[in-house]
């Protein structure tokens, strides 16, 4: 929403202020350059003036619905007299050449891929590689990606590193973390919706959280927060549970075998865990309260009920890093 | 599944008994069952979206004409309005705001003409002079603004926080003041307090499973793991959100099980049961300690761009019938005068329509507050209604973007002083109401 520095940071005006990157007029003007525009009938290149919603074929245009007037946003000029596809076409690149497309959108994947506050030289080494891939071209996504995940902050060392799993990943990670196969995915998506994340039918267009979501009282960035409540969370835990437990039946296919077969030694079992699923980032005391319960838990089943359950529900868990 | 869905809403009281007979035998209930007489409860009702206005509230006397010409395919006829008198003169209610209507001629409903995001006085003389809303006509800027009250910043705090924060140093309740049924909502994070988030149709219990003895380890383990400090922030936050669930499910389980359900039937929407989640809660506010309390509800679907008529006539029924049913709900609680229920939503929408027959974004707009005859000036309108005149004296733009003539900050602090906060705690919870010359507008005794 304002204009932005190559490394994310708002640019301010002489008085501090951040600057808007775009005003009324700017969205009143791209809207001129949207009119035509009406579902697909089915029937490609025959558009009636309006149709019906319809999602499975691209958009049709309506020239004689078409505002094909000179145009002006982002501080660009628009030439009168182009169809409506030209419009758009011409419309998309003024916004992709916009500077601040870059630093927007490369934080935004890095808190998808990595964490929720890369720092601005992290931002800023991406959005380069975003800006020129080191062959001239812009918006080269694979490079974007590759500059991410191979950047040294990928560590997540810093003490505001990490992001909180979306619902969404936080069920398949435990799935596939436990070797279970989901027999029933609307039934998981049923799962995900009961934690605030109705997969595909996010509440508006601005997606289920906001990427500058602040947890309340700190400086920490955390967008998932957003939907990570005392509700959510009592829910999250009880998913847990009820998925170790064998309660979702038929609609996940679940074998603890490989975990039962290491439930004698409570050690053993912690450690497999650390390693599998918590990638060694087990602490001494995490490690130690889990064994503790695992000892006062009756057989092998039990015992790795206790583990994953414990394992599971822990915020350390629950933070991805 | 839609077992445990069942099961958790037939039976929430039934789940909580576990936590109230180990509660009962520490004593603490007892210890919080005195009887809070003085009690106060404020629940916000958010239209996400954008709450067309113009379509909920219109002028029925000669000011009929000039809306119908400013949207005439997106105008009510007139013969469709329910009529209420207000301010001397006629309006007519939106048609499916008949139980609306029927509690504003009990002057259990008042009305708030034009209401929105300022940060001083504004007018169209003064628009390019003085400091604006950051961002107008930007759903998300707009919905955070109404919640923090500070138009002028990104984020913050909301101003039922901040009142929470002011109030928790007066009471010896431990149970959060803010409760949302609504997800994560800015109005109800304090500076020092949070809120807690209950959903409806599910309790805050952790589910036991598998052998008992084991259970009782995993439990134990899980509150243990809690309070291990990772040095990680993210951690610590998350940690603390689940602390503040097991906390908060011990003392709600367990007064929930006390005492008598209500009868109120609530319609089966979403908004209904978020409004029936937050009168269980009212019912066991002497269980829970509590005199004061602020609830956030909400509901979407009001960003009607395209088709309003048909889009708007189902939202306002929802919205007719959860109200309605809430109010019942208040009064067999005997709690009518406590509880004060206000409308907030982003913008209002232009008063010319779009080319789809829709409405777009616009900015002031009218809102309802509903609650009992010893609380409420009902039965009135407050506020200046805005003239329908595209271009106009109240258009910031050309095609009918009201400039609100009352302040969202005065709206809040008349709810807010009704509450008990004084002239000073006004001014702290709402930064900007200095501004303007009466912090408060009367539609509160």
Known sequence: MTELNPDGTPRTNAQGQPIPTYTNDDILELARVMTGWTYTDGIPGQPARQNPARYDGPMEAVESLHDNGAKRFLNTDVPAGLTATQDLDNALGIIFRHPNVGPFICRQLIQRLVGSNPSPGYIRDVAAVFNNNGQNVRGDLRAVVRAILTHPETAQTAVNGGKMSEPVLYITRQIRDIGATVTDTPFMSDMSADMAQRVFHSPSVFNYYSPNFRVAGTTLTAPEFQIYTTATATIRANFAGRLVNGNFGSNVSLNLMRWTDLATDAGLLVNRINRVILGGTMSAEMRATIVDAIQRSPNAREKVLTALYLTFTSSQFQVER | MRNRREFVTRCGTLAAMGAGAQLLRLGIIAAKAQTAQDYKALVCVFLFGGNDGNNTI??????????????????????????????????????????????????????????????????????????????????????????????????????????????????????????????????????????????????????????????????????????????????????????????????????????????????????????????????????????????????????????????????LNTLDGALSAFIAATDEMGVSDAVTTFTESEFGRTGNPSSSNGSDHAWGSHTMVLGGTGALNGGQAFGTFPRHELRGPDDAGSRGLWIPTTALDQYGATLASWFGLSATDLNTVFPNLRNFASPTIGFMR
């Open chain 2, 58 to 315: 219109v002028p029925t006397d000669s000011r009929y004409a000039a809306y119908q010409a400013m949207r005439p395919n997106i105008s009510l006829a007139q013969n469709v309005l329910l009529p209420v008198g207000a301010q001397g003169t006629s309006y007519g209610l939106h048609p499916r705001l008949l139980n609306v209507q029927r509690l504003y001629n009990a002057q259990r409903v008042a009305l708030i003409f034009n209401v929105g995001t300022l940060v001083s006085p504004t007018t169209k003389a003064n628009l390019n002079s003085v400091t604006l809303p950051r961002n107008l006509y930007s759903h998300s800027d707009q919905t955070s603004q109404w919640q923090t009250a500070n138009p002028t910043i990104s984020g913050g705090s909301g101003w039922g926080g901040r009142m929470a924060d002011i109030l928790a140093t007066q009471s010896a309740a431990t149970f959060p003041i803010g409760v949302s049924v609504n997800g994560g909502s800015a109005l109800l994070n304090g500076n020092t307090t949070r809120p807690i988030s209950l959903m409806p149709g599910s309790s805050l219990e952790l589910e036991r499973f598998g052998d008992g003895s084991a259970m009782n380890a995993r439990e134990a383990g899980l509150q243990q793991l809690l309070t291990f400090d990772t040095g990680m922030q993210m951690i610590g936050a998350a940690s603390g959100v689940m602390t503040r669930a097991v906390s908060a499910a011990q003392a709600i389980n367990a007064a929930l099980a006390g005492g008598t359900p209500l009868t109120t039937v609530f319609p089966n929407t979403g908004l209904a049961q978020q409004l029936r989640q937050v009168a269980s809660v009212i019912r066991v506010r002497a269980a829970l300690g509590m005199n004061r309390q602020i609830f956030f509800c909400g509901m979407g679907g009001f960003d009607n761009h395209s088709d309003l008529l048909p889009s708007h006539d189902n939202l």
